[in-house]
């Protein structure tokens, strides 16, 4: 029995609040089960499985409005392999990252790392603020994160220019892993749009996507240098355009992966999701506002994620506590992103989480802190 018992009347329809993976809806697990004798167990060089992923790249391409020949890239390993990928396939030679969280640096760590690249160059800000992209003629790829999951700071994309307002000519690669599908973009402003589908995609780990513009496309078919198979995006982009990946992918990943796209596709599209998140967005950060004992982390209003909040708790409080109760209660993974450090809860407002229960996770929060 748990010590503070949340009242049930309170408690949110679905428990599940963390940032990936995270909540995988009940429909789509649903149609899974109904599909599964005919899907999962057979190969992934067939028709079933190859017009699945099809119509996974379909789905993205409509659902991101993608340009005609722009390319939806699969491969296995998620968006810590794509770094990897990416130093081998899209950095040319030097790289500019804007560094402001956790995943933020480690690509940019990555570059650095790779010893057949020049040194790059690595803008920094605080945690919980963002720094700003700079055109540099020595640049050929920067590197921008749309959502930086671990501080709950969003970004606006758009190409990188110089002091005179000129655009950047290097390419832009965007770690787009928890704001894809949840927040909106242009895809006029980046050449590289990457993301694994745990996140707003409400499916599993181990696969990424890579929405590539002409310009990527170019630069990925004209390296020459040695990549290995598993990391080489030549590879994975000719097996892509045969719509398959160049080892075996999960397929329930895949399946649910495509089922959500539909499923923002049929609702409207990325308005209809990012429309989700932002009214659950409203609602958490409209009662950190009001509250009496916690704030938003992010200072800047329009800063302040649709996909991820942070929400700093007053030194009087123990963020960790109010976590550990809410658990037991069966509200999961509202804890802070570890390396963070702060005294305050991350809460995923991915479009799949209703806002209704974002609503009744707050009364949850003000019930564990009276009673504590
Ligand atoms: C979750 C996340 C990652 C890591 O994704 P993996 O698929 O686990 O490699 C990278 N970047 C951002 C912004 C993320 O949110």
Redesign the pocket.
């Known amino acids: 029995m748990p010590g503070i018992e949340i009242p049930r009347h309170l408690l949110p329809a679905d428990g599940r609040f963390g ?2 993976p995270s909540k995988v809806r009940p429909e789509a697990v649903g149609s899974l089960a109904a599909q599964a004798s005919s899907l999962l167990g057979t190969s992934h060089r067939q028709a079933t499985v190859r017009d699945l992923v099809g119509r996974l790249q379909d789905g993205l391409r409509q659902l991101f409005s993608l340009p005609e020949e722009y390319e939806v890239v699969l491969g296995n390993g ?4 794509f770094w990897d990928a990416a130093t081998f396939s899209l950095i040319e030679s030097r790289s500019q990252h804007l560094s402001f969280g956790e ?2 640096s ?1 690509f940019a760590a990555a570059a650095k790392a790779a010893p057949h690249l020049a040194e790059p160059e690595i803008i920094v800000s605080e945690p919980g603020t963002h720094p700003v992209a700079r055109a540099d003629r020595g640049i050929d790829a920067y590197a921008l ?1 749309h ?3 671990s501080t709950g700071v969003a970004t606006e994309i758009a190409r990188p220019r110089d002091d005179d307002g000129q655009v950047a000519d290097g390419l832009v690669l965007v ?1 787009a ?2 704001a894809a599908g949840g927040l909106r973009v242009d895809p006029a402003e980046f050449d590289a749009y990457y993301f ?1 589908p ?2 707003c995609f409400g499916s599993d ?2 696969l ?1 996507a890579a929405l590539c513009s002409p310009a990527a496309v170019e630069r990925i078919e004209r390296t020459e240098r040695w990549a290995p198979a598993f990391l080489d995006l030549k590879i994975a982009l000719s097996n892509s355009r045969q719509r398959q990946t160049y080892n075996t992918p999960a397929l329930a990943t895949i399946f649910l992966f495509a089922e959500q796209v539909e499923w923002f596709n049929s609702g409207g599209g990325l308005e209809f999701a990012a429309g989700r998140a932002d009214a659950s967005a409203a609602v958490i950060y409209a009662w950190a506002e009001a509250s009496s004992y916690a704030r938003p982390f992010v200072a800047v209003p329009s800063e302040r994620s649709h996909v991820v909040a942070t929400i700093d708790f007053d030194d009087s409080l123990e963020a960790a506590r109010v976590a550990k109760v809410l658990r037991e209660n069966g509200i999961v993974d509202t804890e802070p992103y570890r390396k963070l450090g702060r005294n305050q809860l991350r809460i995923a407002l991915f479009p799949t989480i209703e806002a209704a229960d974002v609503e009744a996770l707050t009364s949850c929060i003000d019930y564990v802190v009276e009673q504590l």
């Open positions: 940032c990936g998620g968006t810590t392999a995943f933020s480690k994160t959502n930086e999951t770690d892993t928890s694994a745990q996140k780990g181990g990424f």
